[in-house]
């Protein structure tokens, strides 16, 4: 009798799976456990990939998001964003024991900047760039992505370099006491940003290695580096050690993993594989509209973070 209260009492409520003699309701609980997990990889969100299933606001997402298993997260446009609200992301995201990626610094796609000699461009730079340090104290983060503006198609591509090296040891100058960290993201030529000075990751390593710097180091996206130059992993490889941050958008079309070209089940195995557990900003758009898109989003990174 007693065994059948038990038994009666497991089952109240929970609808049998059927065929399996399983409670429905401890499947479901199941589920939510798998899903909760926290992933293995540190992937970062950024405001613009969940709304529909969380909501619009900022704080409400950053606790949604580690619900889901992520614990990190970034906002390549933070600086755009009023002091009071900066403050807000950065108390949830320490409150959860989460951890604050990559914001841009100074960022242009209409000027020559770093490869150039126009002194009041390259003195806008620096000032952004000492802006970007007390963001970085406020969000409890070292990692700065600073973009390095235009090609100047006027002078010699060596030239350019010199120039960029010259104003990149000034950068390192302004973040080293502090111990923060510009990252240099190539960007392609072929479809989204033509004419920009840094395309290749051969090219900002040679960077890197000319400023010597723990403060100057590369960013990965692979998005960029499939559509510009392709061979991921021996490119990665390479260049791993100036390597400091990474990003995610599949090709084409920019979107979440699964989507495109990329079989980055291999790629961020291989990367785990080698001991990188930094930041892996997603760094891309949705694929399908509402709910079902951001859904979509959680399996397909649930697919590809490593075993």
């Known amino acids: 009798m007693q065994r059948r209260k038990f038994i009666r009492g497991l089952f109240t409520g929970s609808a049998v799976v059927a065929g399996s003699g399983i409670p429905g309701g401890f499947v479901a609980a199941e589920k939510k456990l798998i899903a909760e997990a926290p992933f293995k990889m540190k992937f970062s969100p950024d405001f613009n990939i969940f709304s529909a299933l969380p909501g619009k606001d900022v704080v409400d997402q950053i606790k949604w998001g580690y619900d889901q298993g992520f614990r990190a997260w970034e906002s390549t446009f933070l600086k755009r964003r009023p002091v009071e609200e900066q ?13 604050f990626g990559q914001f841009v ?4 796609f209409e000027h020559v900047t770093f490869a150039g000699k126009n002194a009041a461009l390259r003195e806008k ?4 760039v000492r802006a970007s340090v007390e963001i970085a104290k406020r969000m409890n983060t070292k990692y700065i992505h600073n973009v390095l503006g235009l090609a100047d198609p006027k002078l010699q591509h060596d030239f350019q370099m010199a120039n960029a090296i010259e104003l990149l040891k000034r950068v390192a100058d302004i973040y080293e006491p ?29 960077l890197a290695k000319a400023v010597n710097s723990p403060s100057v180091k590369v960013l990965f996206d692979f998005y960029h580096v499939q559509i510009e130059e392709g061979n991921i992993l021996p490119t990665l490889d390479y260049a791993w050690d100036e390597i400091a941050y990474m990003q995610i958008g599949d090709t084409p079309g920019r979107k979440e993993p699964t989507t495109g070209e990329i079989n980055f089940k291999n790629v961020l195995q291989h990367i785990y594989n080698k001991g990188y557990r930094g ?29």
């Open 125 to 128: 730079v620096l000032e952004e």
């Open 105 to 108: 610094g100074t960022y242009t």
């Open 87 to 99: 403050e807000r992301i950065s108390k949830a995201v320490q409150q959860k024991g989460m951890e």
């Open 178 to 206: 502090h111990g923060l960290v510009s990252v240099m993201e190539s960007m392609n030529h072929k479809i989204n940003h033509p004419g920009m000075f840094l395309h290749t990751i051969p090219q900002a390593y040679a």
């Open 279 to 307: 930041f892996m900003g997603m760094e891309h758009g949705v694929s399908k509209p509402g709910r079902e898109g951001e859904q979509n989003v959680l399996k397909a990174y649930r697919s590809i973070d490593p075993v």
